[in-house]
């Protein structure tokens, strides 16, 4: 299990990285309440913005050479974004 204390310090390494997108209960009929996230207005349509950029956060200084390069999926948008 992740600590309380290592999500606040990612939430503070990536302030103003990401938008705060809203929370949406969906209403249909089922056995539970639905919510969606909607991460797809984050403003580079990524899903993993956060994950993205508090990793890049935590990079050391010098990376590998093309470290900052290699793309898969959307984290694409999301390093380029945190690496800014």
Same mark, same amino acid.
């Given at each position: 299990?992740? *600590?309380?204390? =290592?999500? =606040? *310090?990612?939430? #503070?390494?990536?302030?103003? $990285? +990401?938008?705060?997108?809203?929370? @949406?209960?969906? /209403?249909? #009929?089922?056995? +539970? #309440?639905?919510? @969606?996230? @909607? ?10 913005? &956060?994950? $993205?950029?508090? $990793?890049?956060?935590? $990079?050391? *200084?010098?990376?590998? =050479?093309? +470290?900052? /390069?290699?793309? &898969? &999926? =959307? ?8 690496? *800014?």
């Amino acid at each position: 299990m992740i *600590a309380l204390a =290592e999500i =606040e *310090a990612a939430r #503070e390494r990536i302030a103003g $990285a +990401a938008v705060r997108t809203p929370l @949406l209960r969906l /209403h249909v #009929e089922a056995p +539970a #309440e639905i919510y @969606l996230k @909607l991460e797809n207005l984050q403003p580079v349509n990524s899903f993993k913005i &956060r994950g $993205a950029t508090n $990793a890049v956060m935590l $990079a050391p *200084a010098r990376a590998p =050479e093309g +470290a900052g /390069h290699r793309q &898969r &999926r =959307e984290h694409g948008p999301g390093r380029r974004v945190g690496s *800014a």
